[in-house]
């Protein structure tokens, strides 16, 4: 069974940084589509960013690039979330996700979820 763990939310402030991390048991994240989501009271899912097994990324929206990078430790099977300069409208539960191989059209949703972890940033 697969589960995906997310850990290192918490509250920031404004300017701060968060590095999140995805520790999955019974998968291997070299080969798999990573992928963070973020969903803030309210409001709906949405993908921030993927990682495909080529270590290609991808970004959901223009609003993290530049200061979001996905990236992955295959020694330590750890998909991880380097946050910079974060503002308020980051705020969100984020959730960690993957995918068998491919990562086509993976803003709509992957097939394994983690449980996600909170992102708090305060003006």
């Known amino acids: 069974q697969v589960q995906l763990v997310e850990s290192g939310g918490g509250s920031v402030q404004a300017g701060g940084s968060l590095n999140l991390s995805c520790v999955p048991s019974g998968y291997n994240v070299s080969g798999a589509c990573m992928a963070w989501f973020r969903q803030a009271p309210g409001k709906e899912r949405e993908g921030v960013a993927a990682?495909?097994?080529?270590?290609?990324?991808?970004y959901g929206m223009d609003s993290v690039k530049g200061r979001f990078t996905i990236s992955r430790d295959d020694a330590k099977n750890t998909l991880y979330l380097q946050m910079n300069d974060l503002a308020p409208e980051d705020t969100a539960q984020y959730i960690c996700?993957?995918?068998?191989?491919?990562?086509?059209?993976?803003?709509?949703?992957?097939?394994?979820w983690g449980k996600g972890t909170l992102v708090t940033i305060s003006s």
């Open positions: 990682l495909w097994p080529s270590a290609n990324n991808d």
């Open positions: 996700a993957a995918r068998d191989r491919t990562c086509s059209g993976w803003w709509l949703g992957l097939d394994y």
